[in-house]
């Protein structure tokens, strides 16, 4: 992937993964999907910004497909381009907890579960992302809502507890 071409996006969000997209891979390429899709998640403790991506191609571990590996060249190709994005973590700031959530109602195809997201900032750094499909399927978008905003407040009191222990 050195002489490729690099992508402006981790993802095209237009196109949806499904199980059944594509032509099952190889066992050889099978186990390469794995190692990459296991290294992006590696390197989503550091690059926040691929999550989202890399949350979807983890859904097809088991049996991966062309159209999956496909997608996984396309986070590898924005990697290539965006080498400098990372986490940043400022000395100066004021020391206040803020977070911000979304969320995709029935998003995924194959199971209609929905995909809450957050980030918590303190300061003006990043300190805890999430990006992750909900457990159960959800009858209409103001309960997807309310479990998004459980998940995210969750976060926030576990990181005031910490904080609390630190003496901040």
Known sequence: MLGCRPNSTPMDYSTRLQATSGT???AESSSSYRRL????????????????????LSQYMASPTNTH?????????????????GLFFAATGTPQLRAFNDLEWAGCRDSRRSTTGFLVYFGSSLVSWQSKKQSIVSRSSSEV??????????ELQWLTYILQDFRV
């Not at 992006?40 to 979807?56: C, E, F, G, H």
């Not at 590996?69 to 994005?85: D, W």
């Not at 809502?145 to 969750?154: H, I, K, N, Q, V």
């Open 24 to 26: 099952p891979l190889s």
């Open 37 to 56: 899709v296991g290294r992006l998640i590696y390197l989503t403790n550091t690059r926040p910004d691929i999550a989202y991506a890399v949350q979807q």
């Open 69 to 85: 590996l496909q997608a996984v060249f396309c986070v590898l190709r924005y990697l290539k381009g965006t080498p400098g994005l």
């Open 145 to 154: 809502e309310y479990r998004a905003l459980a998940s995210t407040t969750c």
